[in-house]
Nanobody, 124 residues
Framework: QVQLVESGGGLVQAGGSLRLSCAVS????????MGWFRQAPGKEREFVAA????????NYADSVKGRFTISRDNAESTVYLQMNSLRFEDTANYFC?????????????????WGQGTQVTVLS
């Protein structure tokens, strides 16, 4: 059974950086495209970034473009989200997700496996 475990969240001042990691168990990591989503209290879960199976294609929400970078290490079965220039409005619980597709989808319904989330709090 595939399991996704996020780490790297925490408290950070506005303008700071964090790097989230998502370790994926099992030997099928290469067959999944991966995404990051986030959910703030009282809000719907929203797309942040996605990366295709090989890492050749990426997709970003407009709100994070130029500040966040998604990457993956297929040898380590891990996907990363480097977050720079963090803003108060980036505060949320961040989830990684796996999709049995090739492309880097921004659509929540494309993903059928989810982690438990890691909290990111940006202090203004």
């Amino acid at each position: 059974q595939v399991q996704l475990v996020e780490s790297g969240g925490g408290l950070v001042q506005a303008g700071g950086s964090l790097r989230l990691s998502c370790a994926v168990s099992g030997r099928t990591f290469r067959t999944y495209s991966m995404g990051w989503f986030r959910q703030a209290p009282g809000k719907e879960r929203e797309f942040v970034a996605a990366i295709s199976r090989t890492g050749s294609d990426t997709n970003y929400a407009d709100s994070v473009k130029g500040r966040f970078t998604i990457s993956r290490d297929n040898a380590e079965s891990t996907v990363y989200l480097q977050m720079n220039s963090l803003r108060f409005e980036d505060t949320a619980n961040y989830f990684c997700a796996a999709a049995s597709t090739y492309y880097a989808s921004r659509y929540l319904n494309s993903y059928d496996r989810w982690g438990q989330g890691t909290q990111v709090t940006v202090l203004s």
